[in-house]
């Protein structure tokens, strides 16, 4: 529902401060709202998006005609842009806000975005010229209200500030300059209707006029938002979340602009929701002066929780003068949020529905990152080569099924397995002490500390194998049982079940 600035002046008195110190802050907050609607979502009926051809008006004819259509405009450019300047396939990217512009900026190392210079989309030089801050050393703690916290070093993880904006924007460039490729702004997917060889995409724009596209396939791209994945999956679209909500400001007094900082938390659980949440903080240095903060937590996705990006951010500019203080020349430059997904598979191997007949998702629509640590763009850069090659084979094959298309997806076994670690980290007041979540990462931290630093690298990079894991988990145990107890409290049967047959899945995968 929209809200105005006025509107939220009372009930959420810290977010209403800070965003109407900013020019533009009202069309933030229709955009955080929006989001926000993720959670109306879930309560509705589950969307019918998909339709059989027989649902078409009779006389509707195709504006034009693509090899793909790619509803949503964020990291859809990054597949199009391969698709169209390196397999030259003719793209439409639709979105209903500006393509290229996203709430969000990512952290990467540098090693990682040579996988964009692989696919041919981008040189060296322009991968570089995205880069806004390198810091030399990133670091994990967890508060011990006592101060014995372990500090856990890292070189190479993270390390590399992107400019979001910038590289999508690059890629934007280039689809724009291939022939008959095209980027439409203000531009809402409606619904598609599935044909036996093609499919037609139904679209509105911001005046209510409504478009229509034919295309081979259909690629989903809509995020954390996305009707086709709510049709996919009955209604359940994700099984764990991570709101987030933070700035890219300057003026802050004490920072470190040699150093990120990974993963902070500087308190217990706090209580204020019903289950109680571990809240915790990451700080970046950005471009120039700038540094970036974000504050959030973990939970399942059917909590009591009030998880609303709303209320997160009230919180954050209540309390974020504990983490970093905002001196007297404290300005915000951006606000950054969004509602980060996970998807716990029950089984062997993937099974969340990632694709159907002509139609496939990826990025946060897909939902297979992990949001431990990387997410969905970590995701789709480590991946992107396999994903844009093999889709161009499915199509060069016309071997274009659901069967086919589920195969091209990012899907990783051990991404799979170590998101499970993340519902250690939704606290319960049920059964954790309020520093419940602290005391085991610290001990998780203590382990990493021990061993050789290509463990906590891989962990941060998603790039566990197999028995490293293993070596850290029966060292976490050993040094800290209650984690035995906590397994069965908090995954329960089914989900520690669920945890083993995603281990198995991992240990007889080839990329163990
Ligand atoms: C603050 C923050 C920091 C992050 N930092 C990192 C990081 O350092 N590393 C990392 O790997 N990940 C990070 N992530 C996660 C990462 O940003 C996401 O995984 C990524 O943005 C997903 O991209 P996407 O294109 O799949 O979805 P989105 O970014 O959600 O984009 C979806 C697009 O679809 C459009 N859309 C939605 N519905 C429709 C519709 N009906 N019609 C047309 N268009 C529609 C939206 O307008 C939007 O542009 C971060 C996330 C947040 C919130």
């Known amino acids: 529902m929209p809200l105005s600035l006025e509107e939220i002046k009372k009930t959420h008195p810290d977010l209403y401060k800070a965003f109407s110190s900013l020019p533009d802050g009202q069309r933030h907050l229709d955009h955080l709202l929006e989001i926000d609607g993720y959670w109306e ?30 509803a949503g405009g964020t990291l859809s450019l990054l ?18 806000h500006e393509p290229a512009k996203s709430t969000r900026d990512w952290n990467i190392s540098r090693n990682e975005l040579d996988n964009l210079v692989r696919t041919g989309l981008f040189t060296e030089s322009e991968i570089d010229s995205t880069i806004v801050r390198r810091y030399k050393a990133g670091w994990v703690e967890f508060f011990k209200p006592d101060g014995s916290q372990k500090r856990l070093m890292m070189q190479n993880v ?28 203000g531009m809402t997917f409606l619904c598609c209707y599935r044909f036996p060889d093609y499919v037609i995409v139904k679209a509105e724009d911001r005046e209510g006029r409504v478009f229509y596209y034919k295309t081979r396939v259909l690629v989903d791209v809509m995020g954390i938002l996305s009707p086709i994945a709510m049709q996919l999956n009955q209604g359940i679209p994700q099984t764990h979340v991570c709101p987030t909500v933070g700035t890219i400001a300057s003026g802050f007094e004490n920072v470190d602009y040699e150093q990120g900082e990974i993963l902070v938390s500087t308190s217990p659980a706090e209580m204020s929701s019903r289950k109680g949440r571990q809240l915790i903080w990451e700080g970046f240095p950005g471009s120039g002066t700038q540094y970036i903060t974000y504050l959030f937590f973990y939970d399942e996705v059917d909590s009591p929780n009030d998880k609303s990006l709303l209320a997160l951010f009230d919180t954050y500019f209540r309390i974020l003068g504990e983490y970093k203080k905002p001196g007297r020349d404290f300005r915000i430059h951006r606000p950054v949020f969004g509602i980060i997904p996970a998807y716990f598979h029950d089984g ?20 297979l990152g992990s949001p431990l640590t990387f997410c969905g763009f970590g995701s789709m850069v480590r991946n992107l080569p ?6 161009d084979r499915a199509m060069a094959e016309d071997a274009l099924s659901k069967e086919n298309l589920e195969k091209i997806s990012a899907y990783e076994p051990n991404v799979a397995s170590m998101a499970n670690l993340m519902k250690y980290m939704c606290y319960n007041s049920a059964t954790d002490e309020p520093n419940f979540v602290n005391d085991l990462m610290n001990e998780v931290m203590i382990v990493l500390d021990s061993l050789p630093s290509r463990y906590r690298q891989a962990m941060f990079r998603d790039e566990m194998k197999f028995d490293e894991l293993m070596a ?14 906590a397994t069965f409290e908090k995954l329960g049967i089914p989900g520690s079940l669920g945890f083993l047959k995603n281990l198995a899945g991992w240990a007889f995968s080839p990329s163990r």
């Open 158 to 185: 993270l390390d590399c500030a992107v400019d979001a904006d910038r590289l999508l924007g690059i890629a934007k460039e280039k689809i724009l300059a291939t022939p008959g490729c095209t980027v439409l702004s």
């Open 472 to 485: 850290v988990m029966v060292r976490v145990a050993w040094r800290y049982p209650r984690v035995v107890r």
């Open 79 to 96: 597949h199009a842009g391969v698709m169209a300047c390196t397999y030259r396939r003719k793209v439409l990217i639709l979105d209903r």
């Open 386 to 391: 396999r994903l844009t090659a093999d889709l």
């Open 41 to 70: 979502m879930l309560e509705k009926p589950v969307p019918e998006v998909i339709i059989p051809s027989s649902g078409l008006p009779a006389d509707i004819t195709p504006n034009s005609e693509y090899d793909l259509i790619y």
């Open 348 to 367: 062997f191997n993937r099974t969340r529905e990632i694709a159907d007949d002509r139609i496939i998702l990826f990025g946060d629509a897909a939902s």
